[in-house]
Nanobody, 123 residues
Framework: QVQLVESRGGLVQAGGSLRLSCAASGRTFSSYAMGWFRQAPGKEREFVAAISWTGSSSYYADSVKGRFTISRDNAKNTGYLQMNSLKPEDTAVYYC????????????????WGQGTQVTVSS
């Protein structure tokens, strides 16, 4: 397992942009798939995006496709989520997750999770 720490989120106006980062400890991060999830108040946690350990494959929820971009820098043990054209419905606590099996990450069954960071989009 790896330990994950998300960067501070923030408050942004609708239409704005924000980039989240997820710093991982441990030398195994480069061999782990990673993903981002979010949970809005009163709602279940939902998948946002995932990326393979090489960075060659990525997947997105339909709700963020074309607006969010997931990436990673294995040399820095860090993953990123670039969020553009933000909408009020993107308001949530965002979590990063990592594990060796890509499917485990994509399905929300990863063994390593960050503590979460609040993103608030005002209208």
């Amino acid at each position: 397992q790896v330990q994950l720490v998300e960067s501070r989120g923030g408050l942004v106006q609708a239409g704005g942009s924000l980039r989240l980062s997820c710093a991982a400890s441990g030398r195994t991060f480069s061999s782990y798939a990673m993903g981002w999830f979010r949970q809005a108040p009163g709602k279940e946690r939902e998948f946002v995006a995932a990326i393979s350990w090489t960075g060659s494959s990525s997947y997105y929820a339909d709700s963020v496709k074309g607006r969010f971009t997931i990436s990673r820098d294995n040399a820095k043990n860090t993953g990123y989520l670039q969020m553009n054209s933000l909408k009020p419905e993107d308001t949530a606590v965002y979590y990063c997750a990592a594990d060796a099996p890509f499917a485990a990450v994509q399905l929300g069954h990863a063994r390593s999770w960050g503590q979460g960071t609040q993103v608030t989009v005002s209208s």
